[in-house]
C-alpha cells in the first residue's frame, strides 16, 4: 500500500529561493497531510479535520439581481439607486463599465438604455414601502425588506437543498458559509466502501495510511485555480482532499442550480478547506461560477496576492504591515517569522501569520437566525426642531418595523420583542443621542398603529417640547426578540395572561401558554373568549401580575373601541415603566449590534461610566481612527 509522502509536495513547491532560512519547514506541511482510517473514523476533529471542506456562496450583483426578478426585466443593463448612489450594478451593466462608486449621470452617459431602479423606501402614511416616483430622502426612509426576504429564502434552500448535516452560516445579506465535512465524509464512506473497513494486513493498523485516492474528474464542478498560474498543465496526482472537495463541488453545484432555476438568482461559490479561502476563491471567477481551491494549489494562489486585498489587512494593520516591513506581497511577508510578528503587533496577530500561509480554524456556525434586535432608523435631511415634527417619522419607522417583525413571524411564528426603543440624536442638548425603553406588551396583531402609539409615547418622554431642540435622527427598535417558547414565560410575568379560552381550560400548563395570545389583543377581541384574566371584563382596566395593582382607564378614553385599545396599551406601558429599572438591569449586555449598514446600533441603557480602555495590542491597528 503506497501513500504520496506526506508533505513532498508542498515542500517542493516552496523551494524558490524567496523561502527564508527561519521560516520553518512546516508552514506549509499541513497541505499534504497522511489520512489514516483514525482520521477518516474520528467524527469530532473540528476545524482540524484534515479533509475539512468548506463553502462560501456569494450572490452576483444581488439587489440587482432582486429587481431584476421583481421587474422580470433579464436581459438589460440594471442598476439599484439609493438617492443619488448605485448601490448595485448587473453584470450587463457592468460591461459597459459602470460599477458601484459611480454617479448615476456617468453611469447613463456610458450606458443611455440603462434600467435604473430605486430601492424601495418608506412613505409616512403608508403601511409598506414602494417604488415610488422621485423618492426623496426628506421625505422617505429607505426599505432592504425586499433583500431581506430573498436573503432569507436563498439561505433557506442552502438548507434544505444541502445534504443533511451541512452547517449552514448566513454571512452577510447575499452570502452564506458552509461546512460540508461531515455529510462529504459520509458519502465518501459511501462511494469507497473499502475504506470503511482497516484492511486485515494494514501494517499500523487504524493509524495505516489510507490507499491512494482514485484521480478526480473536476468537469462540470467548477473552475480549478491551477497548481501554477504560469503553467496549468502542471498538475498533481489527486489527494483524498481534492476528492472532498470535489464531492463538496457536487452539492454545492447542485445547489446552486436550484436557486437560480427557483428564485432566479445566479451565485458565485468558493470551495476550500477553511472559511477563509473559501471566501477568497469565491470571487476567482464571478460571476455564475464556482472555483475551487485544492491545497496543492494554495501557496501559488496566495504568494503573489497583495496582503493589503485581504480581509481584515486592508486598513491600519495592513498599512503598519506594509510600513514596517517596506513589502507587497504575502510572499514577501512569509519571511517574518512568528516570534517577530507577535513582537510588533502583539500575541494574537499570529491569526495573520496563519492567515498568510492560508490556516484558518474559524468554525462555521449557524447563528441565531433571528436577530435579537430590530431597528428602523432615519438620518433627518431637515433636523426636528419642534417636537410635534416627530410623529411623521415615528409613523414611517413604525411601518418598516411592524412589517419586519410581521416578516420574522411568517418564517419563526410566535417571535416577541421584549422591549421597544425609541432614541432621538438632539445635537443642541448636551447628551447627543437619548433613548427611552418600554416592555412591549403582548398584543395579538402587531400594527403600525399599535408600534406607533407605544412609540408616540416614548417620544413625549423623550423630548420636551420646551427645550429648544434640533433632532438630526430618529430611530425605533425591538429588543430581546425571542420565540414564544422561551420568551412567553417573560411576556408571561409582565402580562399574567391566561386567557379564558378552551385551550386555556385544558390543565397542561405548556398548551395553556401556547393559547396565552395576549393582553391586549385578548381585550381586542370582542367576542370576549379571549380575555384575559389581568384584564378585566370590559377591558377598561387591568392588574399587574407582579404588584398585583389594578389601573384603570378613565371614563372619558373608552368611548370608542381604537380610543379603549389604545388607552389600554398607553396604560400598561406607563405601567410597566414602573417595574422598568428591573428590566432594564436583565437586558443582555452584548445585544448584538445591527450590523446592516447605516444602522446605528441601539443604545443600551446606561450602566455605570465604564472608563474607556485603549486597545491593546494587535486591537489598536482595528480601532477607529
Ligand atoms: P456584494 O456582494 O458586495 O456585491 P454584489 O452582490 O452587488 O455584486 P457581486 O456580484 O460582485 O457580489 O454586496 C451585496 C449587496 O449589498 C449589493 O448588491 C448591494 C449591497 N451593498 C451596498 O448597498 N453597499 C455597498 O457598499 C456594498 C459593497 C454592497
Ligand atoms: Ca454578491
Ligand atoms: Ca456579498
Redesign the pocket.
Known amino acids: 500500500m503506497s501513500t504520496t509522502a506526506p508533505h513532498s509536495r508542498s515542500k517542493s513547491l516552496w523551494k524558490g529561493k524567496d523561502r527564508p532560512a527561519d521560516t520553518p519547514a512546516s508552514d506549509f506541511d499541513d497541505l499534504d497531510p497522511v489520512i489514516t482510517y483514525r482520521t477518516l473514523f474520528t467524527q469530532n476533529l473540528g476545524v482540524r479535520d484534515p479533509l475539512r471542506v468548506i463553502a462560501l456562496c456569494?450572490?452576483?450583483?444581488?439587489?440587482?439581481a432582486c429587481e431584476m426578478v421583481r421587474l422580470g426585466i433579464f436581459d438589460k443593463p440594471l442598476v439599484v439607486l439609493?438617492w443619488s448612489m448605485l448601490?448595485?450594478v448587473n453584470y450587463i451593466a457592468r460591461k459597459f463599465g459602470i460599477t458601484?462608486m459611480m454617479k448615476i449621470q456617468d453611469a447613463k452617459e456610458r450606458c443611455p438604455d440603462l434600467v435604473v431602479v430605486h430601492v424601495a423606501t418608506y412613505k409616512e402614511g403608508e403601511k409598506e414601502p414602494g417604488y415610488w416616483e422621485n423618492p426623496d430622502t426628506r421625505t422617505h426612509k429607505v426599505s432592504l425588506d425586499l433583500y431581506r426576504r430573498e436573503s432569507v429564502k436563498m439561505l433557506q434552500m442552502y438548507k434544505e437543498g444541502l445534504p443533511e448535516d451541512t452547517e449552514v452560516e448566513k454571512a452577510s445579506?447575499?452570502?452564506a458559509f458552509m461546512d460540508l465535512t461531515r455529510p462529504v465524509r459520509q458519502i465518501l464512506l459511501e462511494r469507497y466502501p473499502y475504506l470503511a473497513q482497516v484492511p486485515d494486513d494494514a501494517p499500523l493498523g487504524l493509524d495505516t495510511p489510507l490507499p491512494p485516492p482514485p484521480q478526480v474528474s473536476w468537469q462540470q464542478l467548477g473552475t480549478i485555480i491551477p497548481m501554477d498560474p504560469s503553467n496549468e498543465e502542471v498538475d498533481a496526482p489527486s489527494t483524498w482532499h481534492d476528492v472532498a472537495l470535489s464531492i463538496a463541488a457536487e452539492s454545492m453545484e447542485k445547489v446552486r442550480q436550484q436557486i437560480s432555476a427557483k428564485l432566479g438568482y445566479t451565485t458565485?461559490a468558493g470551495i476550500a478547506r477553511n472559511k477563509f479561502l473559501a471566501k477568497l476563491c469565491a470571487s476567482y471567477r464571478?460571476?455564475m461560477n464556482q472555483s475551487i481551491l485544492r491545497n496543492a494549489a494554495i501557496p501559488n494562489y496566495l504568494k503573489p496576492m497583495a496582503f493589503q486585498k485581504i480581509r481584515f489587512l486592508g486598513g491600519k494593520m495592513g498599512d503598519a504591515l506594509a510600513n514596517e516591513y517596506d513589502v507587497s506581497t504575502v510572499a514577501d511577508l512569509l519571511s517574518i517569522n512568528l516570534d517577530e510578528m507577535q513582537n510588533k503587533f502583539g500575541e494574537e496577530s499570529i491569526w495573520i501569520y496563519e492567515v498568510l500561509r492560508g490556516i484558518d480554524h474559524t468554525e462555521v456556525k449557524e447563528k441565531q437566525t433571528l436577530n435579537k434586535s430590530m431597528l428602523a432608523s432615519k438620518n433627518l435631511p431637515k433636523p426636528i426642531t419642534q417636537a410635534s415634527e416627530g410623529y411623521q417619522w415615528i409613523r414611517v419607522l413604525a411601518a418598516e418595523l411592524a412589517l419586519r417583525l410581521n416578516e420574522a413571524r411568517g418564517t419563526t411564528p410566535n417571535l416577541w420583542p421584549k422591549t421597544i426603543v425609541l432614541s432621538a440624536r438632539n445635537v443642541i442638548a448636551h447628551e447627543s443621542r437619548r433613548s427611552k425603553q418600554a416592555p412591549w406588551p403582548f398584543v395579538r396583531e402587531l400594527t403600525v398603529e399599535v408600534v406607533a402609539a407605544a412609540a408616540d409615547k416614548l417620544w413625549k418622554e423623550l423630548v420636551d417640547p420646551h427645550a429648544p431642540m434640533k433632532i438630526i435622527g430618529v430611530s425605533l427598535g425591538f429588543t430581546g426578540i425571542e420565540g414564544v417558547e422561551s420568551g412567553l414565560k417573560s411576556i408571561d410575568t409582565f402580562f399574567k395572561t391566561a386567557p379564558v379560552s378552551k385551550r386555556a381550560l385544558d390543565d397542561d400548563p405548556d398548551e395553556d401558554q401556547s393559547a396565552a395570545t395576549a393582553a391586549v389583543g385578548g381585550a381586542q377581541d370582542t367576542s370576549g373568549e379571549r380575555l384575559s384574566k389581568n384584564i378585566s371584563k370590559d377591558a377598561t382596566s387591568f392588574v399587574c401580575s407582579r404588584c398585583g395593582q389594578r389601573s384603570a382607564l378613565p371614563r372619558s378614553a373608552t368611548r370608542t373601541e381604537v380610543e379603549r385599545q389604545a388607552g389600554l396599551l398607553a396604560l400598561q406601558l406607563e405601567h410597566e415603566d414602573f417595574h422598568l429599572a428591573l428590566e432594564l438591569s436583565k437586558l443582555p449586555d452584548d445585544a448584538p449590534p445591527v450590523r446592516e449598514?447605516g444602522r446605528a446600533a441601539i443604545n443600551k441603557p446606561k450602566k455605570k461610566k465604564r472608563r474607556k480602555e485603549s486597545p491593546q495590542g494587535i486591537a489598536k491597528f482595528f480601532s477607529k481612527s
Open positions: 456569494d450572490s452576483d450583483a444581488f439587489y440587482a439609493q448601490i448595485a458601484r445579506i447575499d452570502e458565485s464571478k460571476p449598514a
